[in-house]
């Protein structure tokens, strides 16, 4: 939107252009482009897991052996979010999620190439490095091409495309292996990612209030502004302006800065607690299943139903979260998680209510992490945006390595399963009464 200012100065709103902005070939594009990158990251994040099997009876090696290497790819991830997240606030969503991309996509490629369990974890822990940085630039610039009426849906339905490859990958792999062998993921996970890469490189934009911002070239700004509104006319006199203040000094330490900080310590608490559970429910859960008398595919099946309900809650929250905000609905979702999993070791002797006790436990946790994460990409100003969702997906990621090995702590204390279960809804409990503090605050 073009106006006239005092001294007949035009300028240009760039907020105002994002408000008013609709969902045409543009945006869409921009939504495939992030959503195919964050199916690429949930499929190899999984891809270890689908592949373990295969591995093992090929190298001769234990299941114990493995172990190591999930942690790696795990901590890289870790390290990844807090590292290469604030590069996204400045150097741009662009360049960083386009190397990222190609990164991990040769780091793929080469994996089939390698020979011993030591060499797979080196890998593993730099392609999981690399890994890091996507979820939390994708979501950042999505948030910055939508209108403030569907931000939080935008984000929410991009960041579900982890999950959704997360579960692809395990079709895929099933088909794959069984004809091709192990090595076959690896060359079709890193081949997608370096054609999506080169198709980046031609089409995936960069965030137009970054580029205002950093004071870039305004013919970038311009180019971009008109893939918005093609009506808009920027002449050499034309002011540029964005709601944003530039920040100044390390991303880091501006989490800490201008009042933020307590909400900073929840945003961070809340990840932490809820990827506890969200990782302990997704290693532990079909093997507590079948512990409890049920066969290998239904302890399979009960424990995708966890997923199946993850993709059914991001796709949901963000509507309930338009019409009644984050912390109504978050503090609802962790309450409802807290009996759902605390009952699911209760309900474990009847099949259709353990069923739907996982489901519901799914709808809340892997549905609401997502949610948090658009919570903090929504509450950060464009120059922390990055930096904002990557240190609270860091910080919890913690508790993705934390939760897996409690659990396994608790299980070789002998633990029954209703007590394991009542102990997983602590975590869920904590993250409810931190979302009503955070409620208090804001």
Same mark, same amino acid.
């Given at each position: 939107?073009?106006?006239?200012?005092?001294?007949?100065?035009?300028?240009?709103?760039?907020?105002?252009?994002?408000?008013?902005?609709?969902?045409?070939?543009?945006?869409?594009?921009?939504?495939?482009?992030?959503?195919?990158?964050?199916?690429?990251?949930?499929?190899?994040?999984?891809?270890?897991?689908?592949?373990?099997?295969?591995?093992?009876?090929?190298?001769?090696?234990?299941?114990?052996?493995?172990?190591p290497?999930?942690?790696?790819?795990?901590?890289g991830?870790?390290?990844?979010?807090?590292?290469?997240?604030?590069?996204?606030?400045?150097?741009?969503?662009?360049?960083v999620?386009?190397?990222?991309t190609?990164?991990?996509?040769?780091?793929?490629?080469?994996?089939?190439?390698?020979?011993?369990?030591?060499?797979?974890?080196?890998?593993?822990?730099?392609?999981?490095?690399?890994?890091?940085?996507?979820?939390?630039?994708?979501?950042a610039?999505?948030g910055?091409?939508?209108?403030?009426?569907?931000?939080?849906?935008?984000?929410?339905?991009v960041?579900?495309?982890?999950? #959704? &490859?997360?579960?692809? $990958?395990?079709f895929?792999s099933?088909?794959? %292996?069984?004809?091709? *062998?192990?090595?076959? @993921?690896?060359?079709?996970?890193?081949?997608?990612?370096?054609?999506?890469?080169?198709?980046?490189?031609?089409?995936?934009?960069?965030?137009?209030?970054?580029?205002?911002?950093?004071?870039?070239?305004?013919?970038?700004?311009?180019?971009?502004?008109?893939?918005?509104?093609?009506?808009?006319?920027?002449?050499?006199?034309?002011r540029?302006?964005?709601?944003?203040?530039?920040?100044?000094?390390?991303?880091?330490?501006?989490?800490?800065?201008?009042?933020?900080?307590?909400?900073?310590?929840?945003?961070?608490?809340?990840?932490?607690?809820?990827?506890?559970?969200?990782?302990?429910?997704?290693?532990?859960?079909?093997t507590?299943?079948?512990?409890?008398?049920?066969?290998?595919?239904?302890?399979?099946?009960?424990?995708?139903?966890?997923? #199946? &309900?993850?993709?059914? $809650?991001?796709?949901?929250?963000?509507?309930? %979260?338009?019409?009644? *905000?984050?912390?109504? @609905?978050?503090?609802?979702?962790?309450?409802?998680?807290?009996?759902?999993?605390?009952l699911?070791?209760?309900?474990?002797?009847?099949?259709?209510?353990?069923?739907?006790?996982?489901?519901?436990a799914?709808?809340?946790?892997?549905?609401?992490?997502?949610?948090?994460?658009?919570?903090?990409g929504?509450?950060?100003?464009?120059t922390?945006?990055?930096?904002?969702?990557?240190?609270?997906?860091?910080?919890?990621?913690?508790?993705?390595?934390?939760?897996?090995?409690?659990g396994?702590?608790?299980?070789?204390?002998?633990?029954s399963n209703?007590s394991?279960?009542?102990?997983?809804?602590?975590?869920a409990?904590?993250?409810a009464?931190?979302?009503?503090r955070?409620?208090?605050?804001?």
């Amino acid at each position: 939107m073009s106006q006239q200012a005092s001294g007949a100065m035009p300028v240009v709103n760039v907020d105002q252009v994002v408000e008013q902005g609709r969902l045409g070939a543009f945006q869409f594009g921009l939504l495939l482009l992030c959503g195919l990158c964050l199916i690429i990251d949930g499929f190899d994040v999984q891809a270890m897991g689908y592949v373990a099997p295969a591995i093992i009876s090929d190298w001769g090696v234990s299941r114990a052996s493995l172990g190591p290497v999930f942690g790696a790819g795990l901590f890289g991830m870790l390290l990844g979010s807090l590292v290469l997240t604030p590069v996204g606030d400045r150097y741009g969503r662009r360049p960083v999620l386009i190397v990222s991309t190609l990164f991990f996509a040769l780091c793929m490629l080469v994996t089939p190439m390698v020979t011993s369990i030591d060499q797979l974890l080196v890998l593993r822990f730099i392609t999981g490095f690399g890994l890091g940085s996507i979820m939390p630039n994708a979501m950042a610039l999505v948030g910055e091409f939508s209108p403030s009426s569907s931000r939080v849906t935008r984000m929410m339905l991009v960041s579900c495309g982890f999950t #959704v &490859g997360a579960a692809a $990958g395990g079709f895929v792999s099933a088909a794959l %292996i069984p004809a091709y *062998g192990w090595h076959a @993921v690896f060359w079709v996970g890193g081949a997608v990612p370096l054609v999506l890469g080169l198709a980046m490189l031609v089409w995936l934009p960069e965030s137009i209030q970054f580029l205002v911002l950093r004071k870039r070239a305004r013919s970038k700004v311009a180019h971009w502004l008109r893939k918005l509104d093609p009506s808009i006319v920027i002449g050499p006199d034309t002011r540029i302006e964005v709601k944003d203040a530039k920040a100044n000094g390390m991303p880091v330490a501006e989490l800490f800065r201008d009042g933020r900080a307590g909400i900073t310590l929840l945003l961070w608490l809340i990840s932490f607690m809820n990827l506890i559970n969200l990782y302990f429910l997704s290693n532990w859960l079909p093997t507590l299943i079948h512990d409890a008398g049920y066969s290998t595919s239904m302890a399979v099946l009960i424990g995708t139903s966890l997923q #199946v &309900g993850g993709v059914i $809650g991001t796709l949901t929250l963000g509507w309930f %979260i338009n019409r009644h *905000g984050f912390t109504i @609905v978050l503090g609802t979702c962790f309450v409802t998680a807290c009996v759902a999993i605390a009952l699911i070791g209760k309900v474990a002797a009847v099949p259709v209510l353990l069923f739907i006790a996982v489901v519901v436990a799914g709808f809340c946790v892997v549905g609401g992490q997502p949610a948090v994460n658009a919570l903090a990409g929504t509450y950060y100003p464009t120059t922390l945006r990055s930096t904002g969702i990557g240190w609270a997906l860091g910080i919890g990621r913690i508790g993705s390595v934390v939760g897996p090995v409690i659990g396994g702590q608790l299980i070789a204390m002998q633990w029954s399963n209703s007590s394991l279960f009542i102990a997983a809804a602590v975590p869920a409990l904590i993250s409810a009464l931190t979302v009503a503090r955070l409620h208090r605050i804001r």
